[in-house]
């Protein structure tokens, strides 16, 4: 079986959930796994506009939750109350730690997170699909952080 490209997954997808396939959507699909980092809907939204996009801003949260559904974005909360969006699509699995301070998230990986997660699981008699894991923690520079900002 040849591998699939993000296009054919979201085109599939779309078709098998009876939703109109439109050339928005995967101008948005485009964007959306071109981003560097985590955004938001309003993030992503700007940069498109700032690229002569005349995509509408509800096409684009419609749109992200679509991607997020069929598993070619990650729909992340990193305690802020925003939802922030990354790219699933040929990414390794990772975990996050997010300053509470300037607000800067750094990706890491742990090769033990993933047994606690299976062996959580099958104490509680459950099957495993997922797990996100964030620590939440303070920068060591504080103010002298490049990414510190004032809130």
């Given amino acids: 079986m040849a591998k699939q490209n993000a296009t054919d997954v979201f085109r599939e997808y779309l078709?098998?959930?009876s939703n109109r396939i439109t050339p928005e959507r995967f101008?948005?699909?485009d964007?959306?796994?071109a981003y560097n980092g985590h955004f938001s809907a309003d993030e992503?939204?700007?940069e498109m506009k700032k690229k002569n996009s005349s995509i509408s801003r509800a096409t684009v949260y419609n749109t992200l939750d679509l991607l997020a559904?069929?598993?070619l974005l990650s729909a992340r909360n990193f305690g802020d109350n925003m939802k922030r969006f990354e790219?699933?699509?040929?990414k390794q699995m990772h975990d996050h730690l997010i300053c509470i301070d300037c607000g800067r998230i750094v990706e890491f990986t742990s090769m033990g997170l993933d047994k606690i997660e299976q062996q959580v699981c099958e104490d509680l008699d459950f099957?495993?699909?997922s797990y996100s894991f964030n620590i939440f923690a303070r920068c060591k520079k504080g103010k002298k952080c490049k990414y510190y900002h004032d809130k």
């Avoid at 790219?87 to 040929?90: D, L, V």
């Fill in 69 to 71: 559904q069929c598993e």
């Fill in 127 to 129: 099957l495993p699909s």
């Fill in 31 to 33: 964007a959306a796994l």
């Fill in 27 to 29: 101008e948005i699909l």
């Fill in 15 to 17: 078709k098998n959930g």
């Fill in 44 to 46: 992503l939204f700007i």
């Fill in 87 to 90: 790219s699933n699509f040929k």
